[in-house]
């Protein structure tokens, strides 16, 4: 059985630095069924592929993503950190991710990093690039700031969008049925749920309402039988190797 499918978070993370060409090419590597990660925009406006808004994490420098060019970027080593084979790993653009994907299948999920309250630009460039890939069949475009999927609808409305939500949402929600509404209401396609979310009842739900749902992140190798389980469609991990073998 092939449920859930199994997608990479920010590549194949367990095993080689996140968001790196070398963590894409060991996810396709290993079979994973799609991918997952973050944009955000460089200072000239072209869409990088990283999750922190600084380099501070990955690259021991103080700088922020939108402070760099996307050529400065890809001069910054953000792979030494995870070990010595992987030094000279820099931050890759949306543009080079969606082309080492044009030879391999599954689902490819894009998350919009926002930091502030101003999305448009990220959202306009992000959408311009996806509407001339091939691959935009296989795009969910997916966010915590609702309001940012709305703007994606707008401007892209073939391309599939996801909601995001975190465990902090219940802190404004009573109950979590109303996430389906709220997901809805913002023109979402499916949700994307933090594991301690994904209850049966709320993926119950998410089904009836016609939504896809995918949950994140999860390395436990239980998830596989609580999302067949919960009829929940899409497994994001860190260490999708180890997730694919415990599917068979």
Known sequence: MNSPHIIAHRGDS???????MAAFRSAIKCGADGVEFDVQLAADGVPVVVHD????????????????????????DVGKWFGEK??????????????????????????????????????????????ESPLMPRVIVKSFRLAAIGEVRFRLPDVQTAALFEPSIMTILRRRQYIIAMAREFGAHQISLHTSLATAKLAELAKQSGMPTTVWTADSSRWIARCRERNIDNLITNDPGKMLAARR
Request: glycine share 8%.
């Open 14 to 20: 367990r095993n080689a630095p996140e968001n790196t």
């Open 86 to 131: 992987f030094a000279g790993e820099t931050v890759p653009t949306l543009l080079s991710i969606l082309e080492m994907y044009s030879n391999s299948g599954g689902p490819i999920f894009i998350e919009l990093k926002c930091e502030s309250g101003d999305y448009s630009d990220l959202v306009t460039n992000v959408c311009d690039l996806i509407r």
């Open 53 to 76: 808004y600084d380099l501070q994490r990955t690259a021991g420098r103080r700088e922020k993503i939108g402070e760099l060019t996307s050529k400065q970027l890809a001069q910054v």
